[in-house]
């Protein structure tokens, strides 16, 4: 399936592609749009001990994938 993007175009202009994504212009290129309902925080930390848990006491963690760059504070 070949999309076909507007010729003209206009900065934060949205795209409804027939596939289902919505694509947005930001000056240079195409990207996807997420909408900022999608960016919810999905996490919440205990105010005494700082540990991050899921928002919802039924929501899983799945990781599969772990880069960490750096870690502070760590015990000693």
Same mark, same amino acid.
Request: no cysteine; aromatic share 14%.
């Given at each position: ?10 900065? !934060? ?5 027939? !596939?289902?994504?919505?694509?947005? /212009?930001?000056?240079?290129? /195409?990207?996807? %749009? ?6 919810? !925080? %999905? /996490? ?8 991050? =848990? ?5 929501? !899983?963690?799945?990781? =599969? ?12």
């Amino acid at each position: 399936m070949s999309l076909d993007f507007p010729a003209i175009k206009q900065l !934060n202009q949205l795209f409804y592609a027939p !596939n289902g994504i919505v694509y947005i /212009w930001d000056g240079t290129k /195409w990207d996807v %749009y997420v909408k900022p309902e999608d960016l919810l !925080n %999905y /996490w919440t930390r205990n105010a005494l001990t700082e540990e991050l =848990s899921p928002r919802h006491f039924d929501d !899983n963690l799945v990781i =599969s994938n772990v880069a960490i760059d750096r870690l502070v504070d760590l015990p000693e």
